[in-house]
């Protein structure tokens, strides 16, 4: 399968990595070695050694960081940030549609049953329009290239997409480690993101918030892998890190507790599930929530970001419908385009995947992480009919895909310098306005050949940058 | 027929608690069949906090209790105005899709014996399928107090043969989704007469949706559709979803709860 090199075409190096070929030529062995060693002493100085969302595995463990980096032109940048917009802006549309009167549905452009039973869909907040019209106002789209214009959108996250964290350490550390580098080439900042983030959230406040809005960011707690994100934007935007337990519904409105006393706050940046938010109306056992926030929140004297109910844009089987949102609700041509899948609830579907399954890439609908997946140009014969037997057992639980020529980036390895396969995750924010910093997280395969860039299997990050006109 | 009520739910803890929390859905629901002439709900020490009316239809009101309390009273007082149609809930305006209310829950899950159940009838259209769907749960579970308690599944009150209301209602949700009918849980109240029957006041059942009449009541533990010796609260996808009060006390302390509740036809 031809692959396609980010930097190089055949011996000529593509314009946005002019200056990287001389950096690299330039680079020792021992300094190299010196290098890596210095950034994995800064990462771990500064404690950012969590999993990317949902992909469990040990949570202390260190992410490898790759010091080369992903370069865009400034004319790729452009159409990809048009593209990124464009969904951002379909996928809240059909949240604040299938939460009121359901028109695409309606309408016969997608199966009422895909949207109205699916488990993420939350009856709580059926009639409710959160303000500004936004249900996800941080959307993270995972894309793959597979060709110098061919960008494919592998899966959006509309819930809490985490690893923006490693986006802006990956800069600081490159900034530190090769301040050359950066007065060589003109790299779009991306350092605004905190507070780009912070705008979009008190763009949100309820109507009854009078005056600045108080945000703040709500974890599950220490223990959870995201804890150093949820601190560091904390941090980044001067709000305060809280947890349940400090927070309480009195009257009409939720409050921090602080040494002054109770403080009413307007908008929570949340990162815990919904089935966690409310004992009062989702699980009753969570201990992790703030009994009775959904009767605040319904009633407009708080607003929660996501919104909750925000999970029914991103499952993977609404995924195969996002192009189809893109026309429905904002009459235009989707500029990022979907992987062809296909549903193996659907019996033609089925029988395709069945007799292709060496060739293609099966994921489980509500699976994430790359758990549960198979690989099949990459898998035994025996794993690949072990999959089969799964997939005919429930056939509604899988989606298939053809097995994408993913893009390579150099990267430093064992021998050298060498291909490895990437993806990439832009952090798109929702607010009054829509706006995306100029980069994103590089996700890279460091396994020779592998196309899973997941941490949980052996996935590093990267800088990525973008390159001023 | 004009019903009044007093429902008093008194809730005690073993030792001070610092706050109560509650959400409850405590007033009549907005539709053909009644209509409130007085109502009124007051929480000792409580704060009314905020009210809002849910894509079901159903008024939602927040309620704060500032501690240190031992004790919580809420108290429902009213009449209202009610009309036999049937069971059929005409005018109730709510926008959540039906086809929500075909997912389910842990205590509505089918198990073999339920699905069995669901698929022992057979009707001509929906509306019958309905009627004998909750026949055959009636038939099924007998009304028996004390065997079952708020935990309890459909499945596992199937198996016991018998129950109370909530779980003829669960019963009824399981098998109707089983035959692919949206089902939900419905609280209330019933007014006891004195024809010897066993009738529980604070009252639930179960609506099921027929495309061409809408949302339909059924109360399998009466064998009867909801008519005017009834009063709609709430619904949800099963009993907890659809409860009239969810509290929760910061303190840790064990809460008891007493409840008493009165449904009486109004002197004329």
Known sequence: MAQFNEMYQGTEVRAPYGRLQDWVAAMPQELRSLKQAEAEALFRRIGITFAVYGEGGDPDRLIPFDMFPRVFAAAEWARLEKGIKQRARALNAFLVDVYGRGEIIRAGRIPGRLVYQNEAYEKAVVGFVPPKGVYSHIVGIDIVRTGPDQFYVLEDNCRTPSGVSYMLESREIMMRMFPVLFRENRIEPVDGYSEKLRRTLASVAPKKCKGEPTVVILTPGHFNSAYYEHSLLADLMGVELVEGQDLFVDGEYCYMRTTEGPRRVDVIYRRIDDAYLDPLCFRPDSMLGIPGLMDVYRSGGVTICSAPGAGVADDKAIYTYVPDMVRFYLGEEPILQNVPTWQCGKTEDLAYVLEKLPELVVKEVHGSGGYGMLVGPKSSREEVERFRAKIVEDPGNYIAQPTLALSTVPTFVEEGVAPRHVDLRPYCLVGDRIELVPGGLTRVALKEGSLVVNSSQGGGVKDTWVLAE | ?268
């Open chain 2, 1 to 268: 027929m004009r019903l009044t009520v007093d429902h008093m739910t008194r809730y005690l803890y073993d030792r001070p608690v610092r706050s109560v929390v509650q959400s409850h859905r405590l007033t009549p629901s907005a539709f053909a069949g009644q209509k409130v002439v007085d109502w009124e709900v007051t929480v000792s020490g409580g704060l009314r906090g905020a009210t809002h009316r849910d894509g079901a239809g159903d008024q939602v009101q927040g309620w704060t209790i500032a501690g240190p309390v031992t004790s919580v009273e809420v108290r429902v007082r009213g009449t209202v105005e009610t009309t036999d149609l049937a069971g059929v809930l005409r005018g109730h305006r709510e926008t959540v899709a039906p086809e929500v209310y075909l997912r389910d829950t842990t205590p509505t899950r089918a198990d073999v014996a339920l699905e069995t159940l669901a698929r022992s009838v057979e009707a001509p259209d929906v509306l019958a399928l309905a009627h004998a769907l909750s026949a055959a749960v009636s038939d099924a579970i007998a009304y028996r107090p004390g065997v079952t308690h708020a935990h309890t599944t459909a499945a596992e009150a199937l198996a016991l043969a018998e129950g109370v209301c909530q779980d003829h209602a669960h019963a009824l949700i399981a098998v109707a989704r089983v035959r692919n009918i949206p089902a939900r849980y419905v609280s209330g109240y019933l007014f006891a007469d004195a024809d010897g029957n066993a009738h529980e006041a604070a009252h639930a059942w179960a609506e099921l949706f027929v495309p061409t009449l809408g949302w339909v009541g059924f109360d399998p533990a009466n064998r009867s559709c909801p008519d005017e010796r009834y009063i709609r609260l709430g619904s949800g996808f099963d009993a907890q979803d659809a409860a009239p009060i969810r509290g929760i006390a910061r303190g840790g302390a064990k809460e008891e709860m007493d409840v008493t509740v009165a449904v009486l036809a109004a002197q004329q």
